[in-house]
Structure formats: structure tokens, C-alpha cells
């Protein structure tokens, strides 16, 4: 086997001997390019280089869950322990006499151990994981076993051994681990041809599983990462290749121009993370002002926004375009009878769990065996003592007469012995010191023997109840070392964050009209607005196309511009208002249509696509307005009424492909705006979706109700905190949330709380005053907190009262319609009771009828119009004006 770091020269030097055919074919003539084939010694040696990576350097054994280094790091500090800290400096230099590779790579593993924080004891500066930190030299820092190490890790008498590379030593070839110790660390490893990426999981979660395992239970196993952080595992795939695990930052608004992250992704530092968000902030993805890194033992990175910067777009930002949300694949490979095998993570803990019941029988199986020799033996002193059988060796002058002769005093006395006495038990009765003799206890030897028959009772029990032994050898090691060891990792299903959502508009984008070019570098032509670099841009021509492209500096799409605008594919609520005249006809159609899915840089027409048409009226709609236009017709003599209205409210919205309605078989003058229209989509219903804490309007979660323009979203916090909101859908919601609902001005809000200054509960009810700002509604005493609150019109509570020298209240029942009248927001409220109060409980809130203002059903469809307008005459050669 090649070292590796020698290879490319021991690559040379061998083959340099050789004859050229033997390992490369010597090209025709040097001036033309030739093949050249790897054969011989360079094919040969490369499978064994790579065979020595995948086997020896890069992918962890099954049955262990170490890499080399790593089992022979653990086996030397075994060796060098003593229970008190060793220089890590002396176990490296103790782990080269096994390992056959440099020092400093053998440190770094050692270190990568240590930080895992399950092996290894350490003391002194071994790095921090969340910064990125290296830890000191290893001169400075010093390591021993864990208990849980010593625990799990080490039976040499089940080990099986093997001669280290030299030669000189033994070493173990797999360490006897009975715990799932590859799940719990995680493994990552590059080799020639394949790699591995384990990811970490709880401990407590994997010996719950274990234990299920071995009960016949079904189990599931998801990641738990040391940084903590958030994680979508919906398409984990057990580990096994093409799954993947999405992380995110904890991210929070620690006041309206502040963001502080808290946790921070797995395989991210904050130093790393820091990087990608000066970076995203130089590029434009979005805006702050400065960071700050305040991390010690925790996270905490401050991100400070400019005013006006909208705190929720920013969170969304950060995980699109920063390191704050990562995408980790997994890839579970590991070695197994000297071959890689790619399983995944619920195979590697059964094989894991199987293999520790094994180990544990083989463990018994060998205490068994040595409580019965221990047994044996002492039931053979007492034998020989009690029965003063060493006196048969006075007068033997030989070393077989003296065997012999106790091997004969034995016989009348050994029919109770489990096994054939041998001549090694003959010869440890004859190396019994007299003192012993002369001390010896019958009694005390009978009491020793009686108790090693209850040990030998009790291994063979547990050998005969495997399966339960092994339960409680798990439950144990929970209980031991489970403590402190809880999931830090939050499980939870993330919402895609669409990026042009949430890219900061960073650019300004320009239009040529005429020429029919668009960008952002056409700084000396008609401004349209400002968007960012991932932006797709709509764009529609005087002649009825439309195209839809990436922005760019600058790029022509055609001449006559009539609209341009940043197109959202999913926007389903802008409405195009068209009205054409067609090429081929002359005819005049009007369209009501929308534009979702396209093919960037693809030529549409919305006309018929005959040559000469022409689009006579436009207008784009954000939310789907209806405009009402006054068509005037060109001049002819039997024409009678020249000027009609034509009301776009009137329309069906359809696909842009549609042909549209026939306005007139004549030519138009002028097209004019009368009226400015409303909206002809009903108010959008809003879902809020409790398992990604999000709002969506595709039918997800919970029904929150129907929106207009001018609604808004009423929520109240634990903390005692109420506001209302826009309903975007960007909008972060804080775990504390209690509340969450359509808000109605005029509906009061109930709540009890608890004052901290004067030890009293106060009932209050309020309308939220200023719409626009977050206020607290309870006192700001440190102690104060809030108890219960309610939305209804007229709630009930219950006030359950405490024993006061074993004597029960009767319960308070209010009717907060009855107890207080709606005052302000900062009132402090009537006093509820003087009383101890155990709890608080809602009961049902009385009936009340809603007065609610009535209001013209809007339709979402509108009768189509049919056919043609009146019949007029009209000079078809007449110009028409475009109104836009």
C-alpha cells in the first residue's frame, strides 16, 4: 500500500524503469495529437490508491461508526488513561505509532472528536463550532475519556485485534461500540469515486428508537445539528442519496430597525454567515445598514436596517439569497466487510442495534464463563482444604506424583462440579500458600460460593432474556447520560421564498419606446421603475405582441412600446384591458385577459396576429379595475350616433389567446377614459397555514376570511402586545402569537391580566386606536403578564379561586359586557378580585347578533357582452387615436 502523500512520486520513480510499451504507448510522431492509455502499474495502483481512501482514510466502518484515524485516536487515549488529562500533543504522538500519517491531521481529527462533545473530555481552547474558531495548538490543550465513552467504547475482551502497520503493536480492527455512535456524531468523507455525508441526531432520539427497534416498534429518525437552527426534513429521504435537508437561521425582530439571529444553520459559522450577508448587501439583494457579531457561548448577530426597511422582507431576503438557510444532502455510505455500502439511516441504526444486543451476549457469555471458573475453582479449594487433600503430597518426590496424588484425593469429592477438572486446576491447588490454608473459613468459603451461584443465576437469566436486557441496558445509558442531550434542532415545514418577492429593487429600469429597447443602462431615456437584476419584465407592442424577458442592461424587443412593467408569473389579479382593430378585417375586438404562464423571450399575440393590427386602447390593472371608455367613431353621412360607451365591467376575463368581443366593423376615431373603474374580483380570501406560520391564499391551514384593499389583520401576542396588519404574505409572525383574525374596528377586545405592581387582576375592554402602530395593553410592570383574552362580542370568564386554610370559594363568573365598559387601550381596568386566583377559564361567550353594513355583491364574472355594437355607419379609412 502507497502512502498517500508520496504517491505521485513513488508514481514516477517506479515507472521510470519501466519499458515505455509497458505502461504508455509512445506516440506516431510528436506534431499530431495522440491517445494515450493508462495500462500497467498506473491502472493498477490508482484501484489500490482508491481502494486505500475509500477503506483506510475517508468513509466510516458499520460497525463502529469510526474512520481509522478517529478508532486509532480513541484506542490511544485508552492506552495513555489514567483518569486524570493527557496533552493532546502526547496522545498524537501516541496515535502515530498506529496511524501512519502526519501529526496535524491527526490533531484536526482529534479536535473534530472533542467538539462533538460525547467522547472526548476536554480542557483548554478546543475551537468553538459556531464561530468557525480553530482550537489552540496541541501543546496548550489536554483531553481524557468521557464516562459515557468508558461505558460504551471499550471491552477488550471482546475485541478483536489486529497488528498495527509497523508491525509492532496491536490495534484494534473495529472498537466494540454499543451505542449508534455514527448517527449520534455524523460522518463526512471524501474519497476517489464516492463520498459519505451522515448527518448528527439526537441522542435521546436514537436510543428511543433502539429501543422500539428491539420491541418490533416503528420508528423515524431526523437530523439534530449542534448549531441548532430550524429544519425542513419533509424530504430528508432516510439519508439516503438525492434526499435533502433544508436549515435556517432563527431569525427575530428585536425592534422595527433590528434583526438578531440567534441560531445559526449546520455547516455554517457566524463568520461565514456574516460574509454572505455583506456580500448579498453589496450586490443590492437587500439593504442594511451595518452587522454586528456579539456571539460568545450563544449566537447573536444584530442586523441593523435602514428606516423605512420593511423588517419581514428582509428575514425573507436573508434566507434567499444568504447563508442564513442552507440545503444539505445527505449521503449515507459506509464501510462494511471491506466494501462501501450506501444505506440509510433507519438500516444503520437496526444493524447498530442488532450489533450491540450481539455484543451484549458476548459480554455475558464471557462473564458467564468466568463466574463458573471462578466457581470451579473455589469449589475445588474448598475441597481441597476442607478435606485435607494437600497432605497426600508429603511424601511425593515428583512433580506428575504430586498431580497425581491430588487428582486422586479429589476424586470422591468432585460429582457436584460442573466440568472435568484439568491439569492446570491441579497445579493452582498446589500454589495455595499455607497461610491461606491455615486461615481458611468454611463458612465464609460456602457464603462466597452461594454468591457467585446467584451471579451465574443472574447472567443466565439475562442471556435467556436478551432482547430485555438489552432494553434496560439502553434505558439506562439514557438516564445516565440523556440529561442535557435534548433535540436542539426545531423540525418544521418551510414555505418556498419566491426570490423576486423579496430582492431588494436595487436598480432602475428605462424604456425606448420608439426604438423598442429596455434596460438598465438607458439612463438618458423614460424612466419606468425601479426592480432588481432577477426581475422578468413584461413588455407589450403597439402591434399586439407581448413578450416577457430577464432584465438586462439593454435589450430590443421591438419598436412602438405601449406598456412595460415587472411581471409576477403568479400574479393572478392584474388584468389587462385591450381594445384592437384587426389587420385583416378592420374589425375592433376588446379583450379582458391575464398573462401567467410563459416562455421567457417568446413572441405572444393577442390579436388575431394578422399583418396591420393594431392595439387602439390599453390599460394594465393591479387589481383587476374596470375602467368605463367613450368610443368616438369617425364621420360618415348615414351615421347617426358617432359616440357609445363601452363599459370593460362587462367583460369575462379571459386566457390571452382569446379572440375577444366584436366592438365595431368600423374604423375609430378616438378612444377616451369616462370613468376610472373598481375592482371586478371578489376580496381575495387569505389562509393562514399553522405548520410553516405563513400566509397563503392557495387554500392551506385556516380559513382567515375575504380581503379588500383596505382590510386588515388584527394580532395579539402572550406578551400582552396588539396591532393590526396589512395581510402580506411575506409577514413573519412571532412565536408568542395567541390571535389571529380578520380585524373588525368595532369589535372591543376582552382580557384579564395579572398586575405585577399591585398584585391584583384587572379586567379591561378595548378597541385597538391607532392602526398602525404595536401597543401594550396590559401594565408594563416586569411581573405583570397576560392571563386570558377574547375577540368575541360578549365573552364569560370563570375565575377559579385558590384553597385559603382548606376552604374552597365559590367561582366568579363574568360577564365582561356587564363587569366593565369599553374604555382605552392604556386604562388599566376593574378590579377583578382581591382574592388568590388559581386559573382563569373561558367559558361560552353569550349570543350577540352582527350588525353588518350591507353591500352590493361584486361578481367575479361579469356577463359577457355579445355580438356587435349598434350598427353605425363610419368611414372605415379613418384614423384612429390611442389613449393610454
Known amino acids: 500500500m502507497i502512502h498517500e502523500d508520496n504517491f505521485d512520486a513513488e508514481l514516477d520513480k517506479n515507472n521510470s524503469d519501466l519499458p515505455i510499451d509497458e505502461h504508455i504507448e509512445a506516440p506516431v510522431e510528436e506534431e499530431k495529437e495522440t491517445i494515450t492509455k493508462v495500462t500497467g502499474m498506473y491502472k493498477d495502483w490508482f484501484l489500490d ?242 452587522i454586528e457579531d456579539n456571539t460568545a457561548a450563544e449566537v447573536e448577530i444584530l442586523v441593523h436596517l435602514p428606516a423605512g426597511t420593511s423588517p419581514d422582507k428582509t428575514i425573507d431576503a436573508l434566507y434567499a439569497f444568504t447563508a442564513c438557510e442552507t440545503s444539505i444532502a445527505p449521503l449515507g455510505c459506509v464501510i462494511e466487510n471491506n466494501r462501501p455500502l450506501f444505506i440509510g439511516v433507519s438500516e444503520m441504526l437496526k444493524i447498530s442495534t442488532h450489533q450491540t444486543v450481539d455484543l451484549l451476549r458476548r459480554e455475558l457469555e464471557i462473564e458467564l464463563h468466568e463466574l463458573e471458573e471462578k466457581w470451579h475453582f473455589l469449589s475445588l479449594e474448598r475441597i481441597f482444604i476442607e478435606n485435607r487433600i494437600y497432605r497426600h503430597i508429603e511424601e511425593e518426590e515428583t512433580w506428575e506424583g504430586v498431580l497425581n496424588a491430588i487428582d486422586e484425593g479429589l476424586k470422591p469429592f468432585i460429582t457436584n462440579l460442573k466440568r472435568a477438572i484439568t491439569q492446570e486446576d491441579l497445579a493452582r491447588l498446589t500454589e495455595i500458600k499455607i497461610k491461606r490454608i491455615s486461615r481458611f473459613d468454611i463458612d465464609k468459603a460456602n457464603q462466597n460460593i452461594e454468591a457467585l451461584e446467584g451471579d451465574i443465576e443472574k447472567v443466565k437469566f439475562n442471556l435467556a432474556n436478551l432482547i430485555d436486557f438489552a432494553i434496560n441496558y439502553f434505558t439506562t445509558l439514557k438516564e445516565k447520560y440523556g440529561k442535557g442531550k435534548e433535540r436542539k434542532t426545531e423540525l418544521k415545514s418551510f414555505d418556498t421564498i419566491e426570490a423576486t418577492k423579496v430582492v431588494l429593487r436595487n436598480t432602475k429600469l428605462y424604456v425606448n419606446k420608439a426604438e423598442g429597447f429596455f434596460g438598465t443602462s438607458l439612463k438618458k431615456d423614460e424612466y419606468v421603475c425601479d426592480c432588481s437584476d432577477i426581475d422578468d419584465i413584461i413588455v407589450f407592442l403597439r402591434d399586439g405582441s407581448v413578450m416577457v424577458s430577464r432584465v438586462d442592461e439593454k435589450k430590443f424587443v421591438g419598436k412602438d412600446i405601449i406598456h412595460i412593467a415587472v411581471w409576477d408569473k403568479n400574479d393572478k389579479r392584474t388584468i389587462y384591458n385591450m381594445i384592437y382593430r384587426d389587420g385583416k378585417s378592420g374589425s375592433s375586438f376588446v379583450k379582458r385577459f391575464n398573462i401567467m404562464g410563459v416562455t421567457r423571450d417568446k413572441m405572444y399575440q393577442l390579436t388575431q396576429g394578422k399583418a396591420g393590427s393594431q392595439v387602439l386602447y390599453f390599460s394594465a390593472n393591479p387589481n383587476g379595475e374596470a375602467e368605463v371608455v367613450n368610443i368616438l367613431l369617425r364621420q360618415l353621412a348615414n351615421v347617426k350616433k358617432l359616440k357609445f360607451d363601452l363599459d370593460f365591467a362587462e367583460l369575462l376575463i379571459k386566457g390571452r389567446a382569446a379572440k375577444g368581443n366584436v366592438v365595431t366593423k368600423y374604423a375609430i376615431k378616438k378612444i377616451e377614459l369616462k370613468e376610472k373603474g373598481i375592482s371586478t374580483l371578489r376580496p381575495r380570501k387569505i389562509w393562514f397555514d399553522n405548520t410553516v406560520n405563513r400566509l397563503n ?175 353605425i355607419g363610419i368611414d372605415e379609412d379613418g384614423q384612429s387615436t390611442l389613449l393610454f
Open 697 to 871: 391564499v392557495d387554500g392551506r391551514g385556516d380559513l382567515l376570511g375575504e380581503f379588500k384593499a383596505d382590510d386588515r389583520l388584527l394580532i395579539i401576542n402572550q406578551s400582552g402586545k396588539v396591532k393590526t396588519i396589512v395581510p402580506e404574505l411575506t409577514t413573519h409572525f412571532d412565536e408568542d402569537m395567541i390571535v389571529l383574525e380578520k380585524w373588525k374596528p368595532t369589535k372591543p377586545i376582552s382580557a384579564i391580566y395579572f398586575d405585577g405592581e399591585k398584585a391584583r387582576y384587572f379586567a379591561k375592554r378595548f378597541l385597538v386606536e391607532n392602526e398602525n402602530k404595536e401597543e401594550v395593553f396590559i401594565s408594563e410592570h416586569e411581573g405583570s403578564k397576560l392571563e386570558i383574552v377574547s375577540t368575541d362580542y360578549r365573552p364569560v370568564f370563570e375565575v377559579v379561586f385558590s384553597k385559603v386554610k382548606g376552604v374552597q370559594k365559590e367561582n366568579l363568573v363574568l360577564d365582561l359586557e356587564q363587569f366593565i365598559v369599553v374604555k382605552g387601550i392604556k386604562a388599566l381596568g376593574n378590579q377583578v378580585t382581591t382574592d388568590k386566583v388559581r386559573q382563569i377559564n373561558a367559558l361560552e361567550s353569550l349570543p350577540y347578533v352582527e350588525v353588518e353594513e350591507e353591500e352590493e355583491e361584486e361578481e367575479e364574472i361579469m356577463p359577457e357582452l355579445n355580438g356587435d355594437m349598434p350598427n
Open 49 to 290: 490508491y482508491a481502494s486505500y481512501v475509500i477503506l483506510e482514510r475517508a468513509v466510516p466502518a458499520i460497525e463502529d461508526g469510526f474512520k481509522p484515524v478517529q478508532r486509532r485516536i480513541m484506542h490511544s487515549i485508552k492506552e495513555l488513561d489514567d483518569g486524570r488529562y493527557n496533552k493532546v500533543a502526547n496522545i498524537v504522538g501516541h496515535t502515530m505509532q498506529y496511524h501512519p500519517h502526519g501529526d496535524a491531521s491527526i490533531a484536526d481529527a482529534m479536535v473534530q472528536l472533542g467538539q462533538k462533545e460525547l467522547l472526548i473530555d476536554m480542557q483548554g481552547n478546543w475551537g468553538n463550532i459556531l464561530t468557525g474558531d480553530s482550537a489552540a495548538a496541541s501543546r496548550y490543550i489536554e483531553a481524557r475519556l468521557s464516562k459515557f465513552a468508558l461505558d460504551v467504547l471499550y471491552s477488550p475482551k471482546i475485541t478483536t485485534w489486529q497488528l498495527s502497520y509497523d508491525g509492532r503493536r496491536n490495534e484494534p480492527v473495529n472498537l466494540p461500540v454499543k451505542f449508534p455512535l455514527l448517527l449520534a456524531q455524523g460522518a463526512e468523507g471524501i474519497a476517489v469515486g464516492l463520498s459519505t455525508k451522515v448527518l448528527p441526531h439526537n441522542f435521546n432520539e436514537l436510543i428511543d428508537a433502539s429501543i422500539k427497534i428491539l420491541k418490533g416498534k416503528p420508528f423515524t429518525l431526523y437530523p439534530d445539528f449542534p448549531t441548532q437552527g430550524i429544519a425542513d426534513v419533509s424530504n430528508y429521504n432516510d439519508g439516503l442519496r438525492g434526499g435533502r435537508v433544508r436549515v435556517r437561521a432563527r431569525i427575530s425582530q428585536l425592534d422595527k430597525n433590528t434583526l438578531v439571529i440567534t441560531q445559526i444553520p449546520f455547516s455554517t459559522t457566524t463568520t461565514s454567515l456574516i460574509e454572505s450577508v455583506l456580500k448579498a448587501n453589496e450586490k443590492g439583494k437587500i439593504k442594511i445598514k451595518k
